[in-house]
Nanobody, 116 residues
């Protein structure tokens, strides 16, 4: 089993930065990739950023150049640095871990609200 706990969400003005963290514990050796998803009201959950065990990253088109996913392997923490935030980035953000062919471990989510 893997446990994921997100933190760092909150209210931020448009154009501002915010960094999300995801503390990972348990059987972390089984993780092959990690990602950040988000779900806005009335919309489906979408993959925002993904990082593989080898460190390669992928981003959803709307966040490319603004968001950066990274991890601290020594501390077992996953990060999402979000810059130039827009109101349309408002959503609940979830940390996810993959130990098989799909993301099968999820955090509880953290709310990000971008508003003036």
């Amino acid at each position: 089993q893997v446990q994921l706990v997100e933190s760092g969400g909150g209210l931020v003005q448009p154009g501002g930065p915010l960094r999300l963290s995801c503390a990972t514990s348990g059987n972390t050796f089984s993780i092959s990739a990690m990602g950040w998803y988000r779900q806005a009201p009335g919309k489906q959950r979408e993959l925002v950023a993904h990082i593989s065990i080898g460190g390669s990253t992928n981003y959803e088109d709307s966040v490319k150049g603004r968001f950066t996913i990274s991890r601290d392997n020594a501390k077992n923490i996953l990060y999402l640095q979000m810059n130039s935030l827009k109101p349309e980035d408002t959503a609940v953000y979830y940390c996810a871990a993959k130990s098989g062919i799909a993301f099968n471990y999820w955090g509880q989510g953290t709310q990000v609200t971008v508003s003036s």
